[in-house]
């Protein structure tokens, strides 16, 4: 993930040569759900106080397949707590769900999870996305407080971002 850009200036007496490096951290920027708010949108909005997440909430990644808020990152396993009062946001029997991406990687597909059952699955047709993608997801046969756990597989790692999202169904 670290971008490495080297530019010679040639010709120059003395031949430069300019080296810049990422700072790591502000780097590994990725992609999450902003809305309805995702536990780690709501950890960066402050709506619940979080750790290190609240500064990164788009670096849940984890290998592909997993099942958990978290993507599998101890320093972030707050995210797998239902006890933290997250705030549920009233949805349809249709949802509309936003990705906000800050690294746009070509991408496999997004699933989105409730419980032990798919309700979508959407190719991304192994394209760049814009900055920004919604989603329109049929949560029928689901109703009250849910948990969604939406999931961006990206093509171009064997790596997937992670994201939970608390609704109100009804
Ligand atoms: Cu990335």
Known sequence: MKRKLVAVAAGALLAPVLVVVNPAGIASAHGYVNAPASR??????????????KYEPQSVEGPKGLKSCNGGNAQFAELND????????????????TWTFTARHRTTNYEYWIGGSKVADISGNNQQPPETVSHQV?????????????????ADTSNAFYSCIDVQVG
Do not use: E, M, Y
Request: net charge positive; glycine share 14%.
């Open 138 to 154: 049929n949560l029928s046969g689901h109703t009250g407080r849910q948990t969604v756990l939406a999931i961006w597989n990206i």
């Open 40 to 53: 780690q949108a709501q950890c960066a909005q402050g709506t619940v106080s979080c750790g290190d997440i």
């Open 82 to 97: 239902n006890g933290k009062g997250w705030k549920a946001s009233p949805v349809g029997t249709t949802a509309t769900f």
